[in-house]
């Protein structure tokens, strides 16, 4: 786990620390998957699909760039009670559901026939903040698995989930206009407002 996200250890706090890692061990457990650096780094499944990487590196990508916006904060205005661990907690967590959402055995079920039981059963925000309460994390972080994406919109996001929002939709957006996700799968929603550049691997040797 912590070789996959070693962003774990910044975690000060033993308790959440020890969560984060029980979240996905359950995560995996029940899943095809035996690490984090296995699951397809898609947005969702056929949906922002990079063209190199796993999810791992999306999940340490939006941890980092979460990490930042806090310590800015911390920095310029020292009176923002932002909590630190739960913003890292929390993005390291945030996708823990795509061992679910993205598992192959799942997708190939739910493909079958969606009359059964949808298509997905249940999108990974959902799974996500199951196994969060699951692993016994608090429902601060429950609550950024949940609400990371557009079924936060039902809800009023927590500071720290904010934040993690954020972070997850500007790593999507410049990975995109960075020319790292496939175009074929452009969530439009995500991405109408710009042209992707080529990345430095498909543009033409200079001559």
Request: proline content about 6%; aromatic content about 6%; some cysteine.
């Amino acid at each position: 786990m912590v070789e996959d996200l070693p962003e774990i250890n910044g975690i000060s706090n033993r308790a959440l620390r020890e969560g984060a890692v029980e979240a996905w061990a359950i995560a995996l457990a029940g899943s095809s998957f035996e690490r984090i650096s296995e699951i397809p780094g898609d947005g969702r499944p056929g949906v922002m699909v990079l063209k190199r990487g796993t999810q791992d590196l999306h999940l340490r990508g939006v941890a980092q760039l979460a990490l930042n916006i806090v310590d800015h904060f911390a920095t310029m205005f020292p009176e923002a009670a932002i909590d630190r661990d739960i913003v890292l907690a929390g993005a390291l967590c945030h996708d823990v559901g795509k061992a679910w959402e993205g598992d192959p055995a799942n997708q190939a079920r739910w493909h079958s026939d969606p009359s059964v039981a949808g298509q997905p059963s249940l999108r990974h925000p959902v799974y996500g903040a199951h196994i969060c309460l699951l692993a016994r994390l608090p429902e601060e972080i429950a609550h950024i698995a949940a609400c990371h994406s557009p079924e936060g919109d039902n809800v009023k996001r927590s500071l720290e989930c904010i934040v993690v929002y954020e972070a997850d939709h500007t790593w999507w957006k410049v990975s995109a206009a960075a020319g790292l996700v496939r175009e074929d799968t452009f969530l439009d929603s995500m991405t109408r407002g710009f042209e992707p550049r080529a990345n430095r691997n498909e543009r033409p040797a200079a001559e």
